[in-house]
T-cell receptor, first 114, second 115 residues
Framework: GAGVSQSPSNKVTEKGKDVELRCDPI?????LYWYRQSLGQGLEFLIYFQGNSAPDKSGLPSDRFSAERTGGSVSTLTIQRTQQEDSAVYLCASSLEGESTEAFFGQGTRLTVV | AQSVTQLDSQVPVFEEAPVELRCNYSSSVSVYLFWYVQYPNQGLQLLLKYLSGSTLVKGINGFEAEFNKSQTSFHLRKPSVHISDTAEYFC?????????????FGQGTTLQVKP
């Protein structure tokens, strides 16, 4: 595709429910990143996938958050037992491998927990 | 640990006036520096980046930034702004040259260009 695609663009869920957010990176990009953008915390790194290497999960805020990347392409971010403080815009980015490469961001999924 | 401080949360400016958006960083290791722009309801777009070499970096849409190691700053400038430059601007650092998508962001500066 032309850019990083995220779905859904908006998601409203009830507190305590699980949600899945999807990211389709740019074709051929081996690196994929998830970020969270919230009013109180700004932009925070969550998790990073690079090829077949173990993901860098150092930014995940709790064990309710997890992510998978299947076949080196599509990624799913899962939030279990959602809380109101999970309300934010979740951004996905992808890039080529190597030095000096640019990360391209999707438009994000706006998650509202009610 | 690394951190990024954007000194102004909002910068109002008139069209065709010059603007400077300030960014300071803190790090005990070498960093690579970026400015991203976010238009309403859109993702982030890279404006420019500093990895090495000349400390004056030119980016898209007429923006430029200067890396100042002694002052740990990376301020963004444009000599003449346009209404379409109204957006939120984020300064960011990476500590890895080969992983420049893992970023620490500042809190953002909203640039409001008035006619």
């Amino acid at each position: 595709g032309a850019g990083v695609s995220q779905s859904p663009s908006n998601k409203v869920t009830e507190k305590g429910k699980d949600v899945e957010l999807r990211c389709d990176p740019i074709s051929g990009h081996t690196a994929l990143y998830w970020y969270r953008q919230s009013l109180g915390q700004g932009l925070e790194f969550l998790i990073y996938f690079q090829g077949n290497s173990a993901p860098d999960k150092s930014g995940l805020p709790s064990d309710r958050f997890s992510a998978e990347r299947t076949g080196g392409s599509v990624s799913t971010l899962t939030i279990q037992r959602t809380q109101q403080e999970d309300s934010a815009v979740y951004l996905c980015a992808s890039s080529l491998e190597g030095e000096s490469t640019e990360a391209f961001f999707g438009q994000g999924t706006r998650l509202t927990v009610v | 640990a690394q951190s990024v401080t954007q000194l102004d949360s909002q910068v109002p400016v008139f069209e065709e006036a010059p603007v400077e958006l300030r960014c300071n960083y803190s790090s005990s290791v070498s960093v690579y520096l970026f400015w991203y722009v976010q238009y309403p309801n859109q993702g982030l777009q890279l404006l420019l980046k500093y990895l090495s070499g000349s400390t004056l970096v030119k980016g898209i849409n007429g923006f430029e930034a200067e890396f100042n190691k002694s002052q740990t700053s990376f301020h963004l400038r444009k000599p003449s702004v346009h209404i379409s430059d109204t957006a939120e601007y984020f300064c960011a650092v990476s500590v890895s040259r080969s992983n420049t998508g893992k970023l620490i962001f500042g809190q953002g500066t909203t640039l409001q260009v008035k006619p």
